[in-house]
């Protein structure tokens, strides 16, 4: 079925650390998987994408890895700061355009 | 370059009643998604609207309807309110056909809807 979903929904980082964000999917029709930050009282901004050939795709700070072997997605944050503290939630986008999303995971980071 | 907007920014309302959720989509898109998001909760997919019709639903009753105008803006309309309609409801705009290698969306800040 249609599914995305998390591991785990709290993730707590000492700044300044790597953050490493987590995502199983189901479904395996989708072109595009997506990562999105929601903060507090906004709506979900777009973080990076990889398209479903890929592995590995490389933004700045972030970086997403894909194995579709076995239907996993990461998002990996370098160098936590404050400002990164949101839910991110991974997303696959559908071809007939819609969005899924997964369960989010909410980033805590430590002073 | 206006970004999606949303209004009201919240709302209030009681079991039964209607309420009129309104969307203006980023500058030049004219296609617009509908979102709920429950509290603590993933956007679920409720519909989308291009060229003034909906395009495609989401799994969500008949009490949810929607509208777009000639301007792109778009209404989210839900009858019979439900305590479990409470939720934020998320615009987004994209462009159709996608101008990329796919229909990118941006959301809007949403419309937190309280149901008493």
Redesign the interface.
Same mark, same amino acid.
């Given at each position: 079925g249609e599914s995305v979903g998390l591991h785990l929904p709290t993730l707590s980082v000492q700044e300044g650390d790597n953050s490493i964000i987590n995502c199983a999917y189901s479904n395996s029709a989708s072109d595009y998987f997506i990562w999105y930050k929601q903060e507090s009282g906004k709506g979900p901004q777009f973080i990076i994408d990889i398209r479903s050939n890929m592995d590995k795709r490389q933004g700045q700070r972030v970086t997403v890895l894909l194995n579709k072997t076995v239907k996993h997605l990461s998002l990996q944050i370098a160098a936590t700061q404050p400002g990164d503290s949101a839910v991110y939630f991974c997303a696959e986008n559908m071809r007939d355009d819609k969005i899924i999303f997964g369960k989010g995971t909410r980033l805590h980071i430590l002073p | 370059d206006a970004g999606?907007t949303q209004s009201p920014t919240h709302l209030i309302k009681t079991r039964g009643q209607q309420v009129t959720l309104r969307c203006s989509p980023k500058s030049g898109h004219d296609t617009v998604?509908w @979102?709920q998001q429950a509290l *603590?909760? +993933? %956007? $679920?997919?409720i519909f $989308?609207y291009y060229e003034e019709e909906e395009? $495609?639903r &989401?799994n969500f009753p008949d009490r949810f309807s929607g509208h777009q105008f000639p301007n792109y803006s778009s209404e989210l309309n839900v009858n019979a309110l439900l305590l479990g309609d409470s939720a934020l409801y998320?615009c987004?705009s994209?462009f159709?056909p %996608?101008r990329g %290698? @796919?229909? +990118? $969306?941006?959301? *809007?800040? &949403?419309t937190r809807l309280t149901v008493l």
């Open positions: - | 999606v998604s @979102y *603590g909760q +993933e %956007p $679920q997919f $989308q395009r $495609q &989401g998320l987004a994209s159709l %996608p %290698p @796919y229909n +990118e $969306q941006f959301f *809007g800040p &949403g």
